[in-house]
């Protein structure tokens, strides 16, 4: 393994605790499905929440979104 590959793989886990970082500061959201929906969802260009204007569900989906928000302005994804 040379210097360079040894610090590929530093930065790599270096991003995923950063990402993994991230999502914890969304708990107890982070843990549910919406979540996962919000945040791929800002990923792929959707902006419109398929869980209402209120509740659990309708809140986890809009932190996944401002949490892939977030890591893409940081770089992590």
Request: aromatic share 12%.
């Amino acid at each position: 393994m040379t210097s360079q590959d040894l610090i590929a793989k530093i930065d790599e886990s270096k991003r995923r605790y950063d990402l993994q970082a991230l999502r914890e500061e969304y708990a107890p959201h982070y843990q549910f499905a919406e979540f996962q929906i919000g945040y791929t969802d800002y990923i792929l260009g959707r902006s419109r929440n398929p869980f209402g204007l209120d509740g659990v569900a309708c809140q986890s989906w809009d932190r996944g979104a401002e949490c892939a928000m977030r890591a893409k302005t940081a770089g992590l994804i």
